[in-house]
């Protein structure tokens, strides 16, 4: 019974809380590993992107919301996510057609197109925070778990309940669609393969006829369909601040490099592990440990190895340590 309960336990704290934050690093990841490897430069503007949209669908949730309009059980932000996803797409065709085309044209190195792009970063994040403002909005409606601790409880006759809220399951599902598309799309679609071909080689995709600005502006859509989805998934399942996404640009990015920046698949693994990584380490252990060792040696601490707080130094810790010894990350993508 208690290895029972000390299962749920990690289930309850460790697993499914890692296997959501791992789903929306995922979907940030695919997004600058795509940029990466089409358009050849680190995007740092990735993490405020993924603001934008979600902002866009926190004011629609709450247009829907005065007018009366929801999703049943489901949160309404899946309704209007579609329409923050057209806004977001508008904002980065705009963004490229005024910034980055310029730099394209002039051949650029790609350490410009780096510092460009953390301009834009800093412009987007101001945009955000002026007509959001800055602290936490809450957007998410419908019903808050699938499985509540207490009706688990009951059915189980475990002394430890297991809650999996709605957003977590709606991550999970909504990552592996959209994981499962872009695969297809890539794989088996005519404009997929055109830009896999440009991203191994531009001079024979050009040789071959492919019109290089359609590619660059597919490629934009799709990443802000991707940053759009995961902003939007990680607001309903934390809450929407802007400069929280400004921080999630350091797990995003150690997410990508961990598989490989420029491998799809890679940029999918690498969320997973950073985001195993950050929860396994900032948990505190005590109530497993209490179920699995007998009494006499339950701990009288927390037995964290770190504080919550320093999560992101988790990321920025494995990262460092890809760069050192594997530069093309475990799915070998571009050396960085």
């Known amino acids: 019974m208690d290895l029972l309960n000390a299962v749920v336990a990690l289930s309850n704290f460790v697993l499914i809380p890692a296997i959501a934050y791992g789903s929306q690093l995922a979907l940030g990841a695919l997004g600058v590993t795509l940029i990466y490897g089409i358009l050849r430069f680190s995007n740092f503007a990735h993490g405020d992107t993924m603001a934008f949209g979600a902002m866009i669908a926190v004011l629609l ?23 923050a996803i057209m806004g977001c797409m508008a904002l980065v065709l705009v963004t490229d057609r005024l910034v980055y085309r310029f730099y394209r044209a002039q051949k650029a190195k790609p350490v410009i197109l780096v510092i460009v792009s953390m301009g834009v970063m800093f412009i987007l994040n101001g945009l955000v925070r002026f007509i959001i403002g800055p602290g936490d909005q809450r ?31 709606i991550t999970v ?20 393969k055109s830009m896999r071909a440009y991203s191994d080689n531009e001079d024979l995709a050009l040789l071959s ?27 309903l399942d934390k809450s929407f601040k802007p400069f929280v996404y400004f921080q999630l640009l350091l797990p995003i990015f150690a997410s990508a490099i961990v598989g490989g920046l420029g491998s799809p698949l890679g940029a999918i693994a690498g969320g997973f592990v950073i985001a195993f990584s950050e929860v396994t380490i900032t948990y505190a252990w005590k109530k497993v ?10 701990p009288d601490g927390l037995v964290q190895l770190l504080s919550t707080d320093y999560k992101f130094a988790v990321s920025f810790v494995i990262l460092l340590i890809v760069l050192l010894f594997k530069p093309t990350g475990l799915f070998r993508g571009k050396a960085v």
Do not use: H
């Not at 949730?61 to 329409?83: H, R, V």
């Not at 492919?210 to 802000?224: C, G, S």
């Open 61 to 83: 949730t709450w247009w829907f919301q005065a007018m009366g309009i929801g999703f049943g059980p489901l949160p309404t932000a899946l309704l209007t996510l579609p329409l």
């Open 173 to 192: 599902v909504v990552a592996v669609i959209c994981v499962a598309l872009l695969f297809w799309f890539l794989g088996k679609t005519r404009t997929g």
């Open 289 to 298: 440990l209490g179920y699995l060792v007998p009494e006499s040696l339950e």
């Open 139 to 169: 957007f998410a409606d419908g019903e808050r778990f699938i499985i509540s601790a207490r009706d688990f409880k009951t059915w189980s006759g475990l002394d430890e309940g297991l809650a999996i809220k709605t957003s977590q399951g």
């Open 209 to 235: 006829g492919i019109n290089p600005e359609r590619v660059v502006m597919i490629t934009w859509l799709i990443v802000a369909a991707l940053a759009t989805t995961a902003g939007v998934l990680y607001g």
